[in-house]
């Protein structure tokens, strides 16, 4: 039988552990109400960075779906931008719109270059390139289902 003070130790720890699990879903709740909505599907999230690529001019937009090929997300979107700085300036515009609209903070990598610019949101990773960059990598090839296979 353990000694009064092994109980209490753990029953200690038992009630740091509820608080500490209380306090998480609080923020949880605190956080939907602050943005007023709750996080949206991957559709929802994917439908808006199409929509913001398009009315920022983005060229050949390509959206792969990767969902049971990996777990780095739910979608992943490529497109191009005609110079460094249109390229800097989508990545810009969709990672704002995204924080506003949805309250959902992006991860963002490459903007000062402007050559290619990953944005991380999560359920969608967002690729936009210069051209000349997006053809030397060709991510497309990548991640798109392959075609069969020629036989000789």
Do not use: C
């Not at 949880?28 to 991957?42: K, L, N, W």
């Not at 700085?85 to 924080?99: H, I, N, P």
């Not at 991380?120 to 051209?131: A, C, E, L, N």
């Amino acid at each position: 039988m353990p000694s009064v003070g092994v109980q209490t130790a753990r029953q200690k720890e038992d009630n740091v552990l509820s608080s500490q699990a209380e306090a998480a879903v609080s923020a949880d709740d605190r956080a939907d109400r602050v943005t007023g909505q709750t996080q949206p599907s991957s559709e929802e999230l994917l439908a808006r960075i199409l929509t913001s690529l398009d009315e920022d001019k983005a060229e050949d937009v390509v959206q792969i779906d990767l969902r049971g090929k990996t777990e780095i997300g739910d979608y992943m979107v490529i497109a191009s931008g005609r110079s460094t700085r249109q390229v800097s300036s989508m990545a810009e515009k969709l990672v704002d719109r995204l924080k506003h609209e949805f309250g959902r903070l992006s991860k963002i990598e490459g903007k000062d270059t402007g050559d290619w610019v990953l944005i991380d949101t999560g359920d969608v990773i967002v690729h936009i390139f210069r051209p000349e960059v997006r053809e030397f990598y060709q991510l497309e090839k990548m991640w798109q289902p392959t075609a069969t296979a020629k036989t000789n």
